[in-house]
């Protein structure tokens, strides 16, 4: 069956634009999961969102960065006023539930702020 | 304060030796200890998972040895294969109460050679 799917693959963008990133995550997941992935370092989760629960955003580094769930499926994480720091490569997941269900990761989003 | 230590950074062994990768972590909150390959472009993808409970856990030539009481955990990959390469990290889940949470060390990048 289709994984997580994530679009773009890769975003150039100019230092103070605002940019979305776009992720399915594989149908009947009620939960969905955001991380950033810079170079040299691990995994840090940004946000978590699980069924119509008030989503845990407490990963986000900045008030620039936003990201919502509609209908409890597609999830767009935004970054307005984007730095040059931004740039890494954006990972969801998703999964059954929350723990102890396993997490599918997406391609993830490269994204390049010049 | 980085809660997953993770090593070495890299790791290069020949085809049909044995890579050890290391992680050590604080929180003895932490529940489960997954580990994640990840192949260049793509999402990471679950391995192999323990729980506390258990010392050793083995899938194939894949095995996690696991010390509760140094707080240590461990990845082997018996007769490693070129297939292998690939960007391993460790996770652990539960800090805090957010049990869907990972907090991952920062990978180990493993080339095996022919």
């Known amino acids: 069956g289709a994984g997580v799917s994530q679009s773009p693959s890769n975003k150039v963008t100019e230092k103070g634009k605002d940019v979305e990133l776009r992720c399915d995550p594989i149908?009947?997941?009620?939960?969905l999961y955001w991380y950033r992935q810079s170079l040299g370092q691990g995994l840090e989760f940004l946000i978590y969102?699980?069924?119509?629960?008030?989503?845990?955003k407490s990963g986000l580094p900045s008030d620039r960065f936003s990201a919502e769930r509609t209908g409890g499926s597609v999830s767009t994480l935004t970054i307005q006023r984007t730095q040059q720091e931004d740039s890494a490569v954006y990972l969801c997941?998703?999964?059954?539930?929350?723990?102890?269900?396993?997490?599918?990761f997406g391609p993830g989003t490269r994204l390049t702020v010049t | 304060q980085q809660q997953v230590k993770q090593s070495p950074q890299s790791l290069i062994v020949q085809k049909g030796g044995i890579s050890i990768i290391n992680c050590a972590y604080e929180?003895?909150?932490?529940?489960?200890f997954p580990w994640y390959q990840q192949f260049p472009g793509k999402g990471p993808a679950l391995l192999i998972a323990?729980?506390?409970?258990?010392s050793e856990k083995k899938e194939g030539r894949f095995t996690i040895s696991f010390n509760k009481s140094a707080k240590q955990f461990s990845l082997h990959i018996m007769d490693s294969q070129p297939g292998d390469s690939a960007t391993y990290f460790c996770?652990?889940?539960?800090?805090?109460?957010?049990?869907?949470?990972?907090?991952f060390g920062k990978g180990t990048l493993l080339t095996v050679n022919p």
């Open positions: 997941a998703s999964s059954f539930g929350g723990a102890p269900y396993e997490q599918y």
């Open positions: 149908s009947g997941h009620t939960a």
């Open positions: 969102f699980q069924g119509n629960s008030a989503p845990d």
């Open positions: 929180n003895t909150a932490f529940d489960y």
């Open positions: 323990i729980r506390p409970d258990v």
């Open positions: 996770a652990a889940r539960g800090e805090g109460g957010s049990n869907y949470k990972l907090t």
